[in-house]
Nanobody
Framework: EVQLQASGGGVVQPGGSLRLSCVTS????????LAWFRQVPGKNREGVSC????????YYVDSAKGRFVTSRDVAKNTVSLQMNDLEPEDTAIYYC???????????????????WGQGTLVTVSS
């Protein structure tokens, strides 16, 4: 059974930081791309970051560049998202996901995703 278990969400003030983690199992982690998506109620889900498990190559959407850093631990089958300098616009439910991404430009799309985790809520508010 494939499982992706995300954690680390919470409430943080603007300018603060949060670290999300996702523990995975049930698929060959090393051969997959791991990603973080987010969704605001009433809006479409959007990609945030992607990382190739095999070589650690990363991709970010423009809104995440310079503020968010994704990493993976192949030994522990986990992927993380360090979010810094958070803004109210970052408030959303964040999901971890896995699939096979062939082009970095497709990171923002969810069409390549095979597996989804449950979401973790991030609220940025003063």
């Amino acid at each position: 059974e494939v499982q992706l278990q995300a954690s680390g969400g919470g409430v943080v003030q603007p300018g603060g930081s949060l670290r999300l983690s996702c523990v995975t199992s049930g698929f060959s982690f090393y051969y997959y791309t791991l990603a973080w998506f987010r969704q605001v109620p009433g809006k479409n889900r959007e990609g945030v970051s992607c990382i190739q498990a095999a070589d650690g190559i990363t991709y970010y959407v423009d809104s995440a560049k310079g503020r968010f850093v994704t990493s993976r631990d192949v030994a522990k089958n986990t992927v993380s998202l360090q979010m810094n300098d958070l803004e109210p616009e970052d408030t959303a439910i964040y999901y971890c996901a896995a699939g096979v991404l062939w082009s970095g430009s497709d990171c923002a799309s969810d069409e390549w995703v095979n597996y989804w985790g449950q979401g973790t809520l991030v609220t940025v508010s003063s």
